[in-house]
């Protein structure tokens, strides 16, 4: 099985720290994605990317980067944190267009 | 824009019944996903469905495509308490430079003794 390995289930952070979450996929797969998901507003795409060094923006990319050195990781970088970011993030990946998504096991942020 | 919509978004419903939820898509797509979360977990793979009429079962829980109709239901036969989850659909459009999935609202589940 694919297994999609986030480094940390739960966070607490300071506002203004620099944040990084950390995503790991083991079955060499091309695609991978950071969702943000808020009670009441479903999965929402954060960035994505399609290989080494390429990303793009999702819907809500504003005071988040991301980077992709190697293909199997994938990370998520909050400049600045802010108490508007604690959630739950989910990181994913997939074969390729049109494949379907396997899932890490989350990691809750809390903002302070 | 690819729009996925799932009704009902809440469903209460008692054990032993039977009950539909639905995804409905608004663009040309042969691929459709189903996925399920347990409160505060992630979400897991149920169901991938690849093509028109294209039906997958397990256990109390069938999900099926049509295609035509831009539609998808999941089915639950004789619910358990265990069944009590949030699901989601994910479509993927035929466009093949969408590389990303476009996934519904979910449809929280809970089961009632």
């Known amino acids: 099985d694919v297994k999609v390995t986030q480094s940390s289930r739960y966070l607490v952070k300071r506002t203004g720290e620099k944040v990084f979450l950390e995503c790991v996929q083991d079955?060499?797969?091309?695609?991978m994605f950071w969702y943000r998901q808020d009670p009441g507003l479903g999965l929402r795409l954060i960035y994505f990317?399609?290989?080494?060094?390429m990303k793009e923006k999702g819907d809500i990319p504003e005071g988040y980067s991301v980077s992709r050195e190697k293909k199997e990781r994938f990370s998520l970088i909050l400049e600045s944190a802010s108490t508007n970011q604690t959630s739950m993030y989910l990181c994913a990946s997939s074969r390729g267009w049109g494949y379907g998504y396997t899932f890490g096991s989350g990691t809750r942020l809390t903002v302070v | 824009e690819l729009k996925v919509e799932q009704n009902p978004l809440f469903l209460s419903m008692q054990e032993g019944k039977n009950y539909t939820i639905y995804c409905n898509y608004s663009?040309?797509?042969?691929?459709l996903y189903w996925y399920r979360q347990d409160p505060g977990k992630s979400l897991e793979s149920l169901f991938v469905?690849?093509?028109?009429?294209a039906v997958k079962q397990e256990g109390r829980l069938m999900a099926s495509l049509d295609t035509k109709a831009r539609l998808s239901t999941l089915h639950i036969t004789a619910a358990v308490h265990d069944l009590s989850a949030t699901y989601f659909c994910?479509?993927?459009?035929?466009?093949?430079?969408?590389?990303?999935?476009?996934f519904g609202s979910g449809t929280q589940l809970t089961v009632l003794p």
């Open positions: 663009t040309t797509s042969d691929r």
């Open positions: 079955m060499d797969h091309e695609n």
């Open positions: 990317s399609y290989d080494v060094k």
């Open positions: 469905l690849l093509s028109n009429g």
């Open positions: 994910a479509v993927a459009p035929r466009l093949r430079s969408a590389r990303q999935l476009t």
